[in-house]
Nanobody
Framework: QVQLVESGGDLVQPGGSLRLSCTASGFTFNSYSMTWVRQAPGKGLEWVST????????FYADSVKGRFFASRDDAKSTIYLQMNSLEPEDTALYYC???????????????????????WGQGTQVTVSS
């Protein structure tokens, strides 16, 4: 069965860095797109970044562009989210998700929240505070 397991969340001071990991199993890793989504306390889900594992294209939300960087390790079936210059506003539960319908969605769909995700990890908590 499909499993997504996140790790790497922690308490960090403003300006610090963290790297989140998401290890996938139960499906052909490079046939899908994988997305990081976050949920801050008392707020709705926010799309953060998508890596299209079929093409290598990567998309970022404007709120994290230039600070967060997505990458992959196909040998480990793992994606990463390197988060730099962290701000208190980045405090959230970060989820790794698998996009449904590979190749169907475009960047506009991610930005506007129209994408459907068919599998989610359990989430990893990132807290940015002094």
């Amino acid at each position: 069965q499909v499993q997504l397991v996140e790790s790497g969340g922690d308490l960090v001071q403003p300006g610090g860095s963290l790297r989140l990991s998401c290890t996938a199993s139960g499906f052909t890793f490079n046939s899908y797109s994988m997305t990081w989504v976050r949920q801050a306390p008392g707020k709705g889900l926010e799309w953060v970044s998508t890596i299209d594992l079929r093409t290598g294209r990567i998309f970022y939300a404007d709120s994290v562009k230039g600070r967060f960087f997505a990458s992959r390790d196909d040998a480990k079936s793992t994606i990463y989210l390197q988060m730099n210059s962290l701000e208190p506003e980045d405090t959230a539960l970060y989820y790794c998700t698998r996009d449904s319908r590979p190749g169907y969605w475009n960047e506009y769909d991610y930005v506007t929240g129209r994408v459907e995700y068919d599998y989610w990890g359990q989430g990893t908590q990132v807290t940015v505070s002094s």
